[in-house]
């Protein structure tokens, strides 16, 4: 950034306001739509305008992992494949590996940078009224069964990085089958 021809501490800039703690723009669409005894609810929310890092992860004080970053020995993912090594200089796509600290590999910057843009189908349900008529009897007065599902799908260019969720529990879809009983 500075043109002396030495990467360091004098080439850092702000990345920019980054929506570090909560998207800066969210927006959420419900329907519903009814035939006969049917009912489908959907709901999808919209997250944008917020990134984050791919980086280091503090387990305690004496212990930290990543599956990004790669630290001298220790073990490391699939994602560092691609590194550079001086055979390809050209085509590489991660930091060079090194059994070394690399601390210069991992200082924050636009590398590590991404967009936690999405948009995600948060719960879809299907829900069926059995007809009135068929409860006379002096006990049960309606049933209504359903399914549901939430956390379904996420579209997002980051979407396999967000579905992750590196450093805390991992993304769950949830499945229910369910009765109403009205007595």
Known sequence: MNDDGVIDSKDQVFLGKGGWYGNPF?????????????????????????????????????????YW???????YSAEVRN???????ATATYPRLTTTNGANNFVASDFWMYSTDRFSLAKVQLTYDFPSRMFTGPIVKGLQVYVSGSDLLTIGKNRKILEMNVGSAPQSRFYNLGAKVIF
């Not at 503090?58 to 992992?65: A, E, F, L």
């Not at 590194?83 to 200089?89: L, N, Q, S």
């Open 69 to 75: 970053w790669v630290h001298g020995d220790r073990k």
């Open 26 to 66: 969210t927006m959420g669409i419900n329907i519903t739509a009814q035939y006969k005894g049917f009912s489908l609810f959907m709901m999808g929310i919209g997250r944008f305008g917020s990134y984050a890092m791919k980086g280091d992860t503090k387990v305690d004080d004496n212990n930290s992992y990543s």
């Open 83 to 89: 590194r550079w090594t001086p055979e390809t200089a």
